[in-house]
Structures are given as structure tokens and as C-alpha cells.
């Protein structure tokens, strides 16, 4: 069974900084997409950062700059560096695996950024 465990989420004041980590328990790692999305109360979730298998990345316009997402293809683990955070960034975050026909989710961490 495919698990992403999340780690790294917290409470922190703007401007902050804080590092997210999402191991994922199997070998679609490799060949996955990897993502962090995050959603906020009341709100859709929507994504944040995603890094292809190649290394290629992609990012909300809104966090471009001030967060980096990373890839670890021995430690089976994907990153997402926060940095300047902001009171809009508090939010759950969850870690994504997109394969062509199968998607995978965390379970999610919060992040609280007070102002």
C-alpha cells in the first residue's frame, strides 16, 4: 500500500520560514509527479508547487520566489522550502504523488503563519 507521510508544519511568524517533507513508502516515487497542494478553511484546495520525475517545477504565482520545491530521488522524499511566509499562506498542506493513472494524497500538516 502506497503511503505519503508528511512532516515539517507548524506555527511560525510571517516572514518565517519553514520546510515541508513528504517521504512516500514505494517505488512509484521515481516515476511519479510529485506536488504539494494546500488548502485553507472555506476555501478549494489548490496547488502549490509540483516537480516532474526530469526535475521540471511549477508554482502558484503567488508563492513564486519565496518557496522551492525539491526532489529526492534516493530518500524517496520530496520537499517544499518556505520562506517570507504570509498570514494568507496558513493553510493544510498535502503532499501529492500524480502518476498517469493513479493519484496518491497525504494526509496533510498545517501551517499557521500568525502576523
Known amino acids: 500500500q502506497v503511503q505519503l507521510v508528511e512532516s515539517g508544519g507548524g506555527l511560525v511568524q510571517a516572514g518565517g520560514s519553514l520546510r515541508l517533507s513528504c517521504v512516500v513508502s514505494e517505488s512509484i516515487f521515481r516515476r511519479s509527479t510529485m506536488g504539494w497542494y494546500r488548502q485553507a478553511p472555506g476555501k478549494q484546495r489548490e496547488m502549490v508547487a509540483t516537480?516532474?520525475?526530469?526535475?521540471?517545477?511549477n508554482y502558484l504565482d503567488s508563492v513564486k520566489g519565496r518557496f522551492t520545491i525539491s526532489r529526492d530521488n534516493v530518500k524517496n522524499t520530496v520537499y517544499l522550502q518556505m520562506g517570507s511566509l504570509k498570514p494568507e499562506d496558513t493553510a493544510v498542506y498535502f503532499c501529492n504523488a500524480n502518476l498517469p493513472t493513479v493519484v496518491y494524497w497525504g494526509q496533510g500538516t498545517q501551517v499557521t503563519v500568525s502576523s
Open positions: 516537480i516532474a520525475s526530469g526535475g521540471n517545477t
